[in-house]
């Protein structure tokens, strides 16, 4: 009798070795990458308090690198938000399409069958598709 050569469970096995190997090696990229980064931003920081000390002192070349560190925190944090809002308006236009799609196809079949249930089915649909389509208040 023979066995077979590679069974299911040696594949699923290795190929979720190989997976779990290379998302290790991914992370540890990604957190050298993102160190590199820290490092780069902090010289950056430093070279900018040191330039503004030279000509005003260092209190205030120190105050210029943290309110530098501020605004480019605010504004990545305005961007990631706008980004979200995008997201958002396209996921509500998306369920609003696919609810619409649904209510044609449920009442055209509910239609067929009984008269009142489709009546009845089509205001709950439109009161779930008049649902999904309000926009929350941000």
Same mark, same amino acid.
């Given at each position: 009798?023979?066995?077979?050569?590679?069974?299911?469970?040696? =594949?699923?096995?290795?190929?979720?070795?190989?997976?779990?190997?290379?998302?290790?090696?991914?992370?540890?990229?990604?957190?050298?990458?993102?160190?590199? *980064?820290?490092?780069?931003?902090? *010289?950056?920081?430093?070279?900018?308090?040191?330039?503004?000390?030279?000509?005003?002192? =260092?209190?205030?070349?120190?105050?210029?690198?943290?309110?530098?560190?501020?605004?480019?925190? =605010?504004? *990545?944090?305005?961007? #990631?938000?706008?980004? #979200?809002?995008?997201?958002?308006?396209?996921?509500?236009?998306?369920?609003?399409?696919?609810?619409?799609?649904?209510?044609?196809?449920?009442?055209?079949?509910?239609?067929?069958?009984?008269?009142?249930?489709?009546?009845?089915?089509?205001?709950?649909?439109? *009161?779930?598709?008049?649902?999904?389509?309000?926009?929350?208040?941000?």
């Amino acid at each position: 009798m023979m066995s077979p050569a590679l069974p299911l469970t040696s =594949l699923v096995s290795a190929y979720a070795g190989a997976k779990a190997r290379q998302l290790r090696r991914d992370a540890v990229l990604f957190g050298f990458v993102c160190l590199m *980064a820290l490092m780069a931003s902090a *010289a950056l920081f430093s070279a900018f308090a040191v330039a503004v000390s030279e000509t005003y002192g =260092l209190i205030h070349g120190l105050l210029a690198a943290a309110g530098l560190a501020l605004i480019l925190a =605010l504004l *990545a944090i305005g961007i #990631r938000m706008l980004l #979200r809002r995008r997201a958002r308006r396209r996921m509500n236009a998306e369920m609003a399409g696919r609810a619409s799609t649904l209510a044609v196809t449920s009442a055209a079949t509910l239609i067929a069958r009984n008269k009142s249930t489709a009546i009845i089915a089509g205001l709950v649909i439109g *009161a779930v598709a008049g649902t999904m389509m309000r926009s929350p208040k941000d």
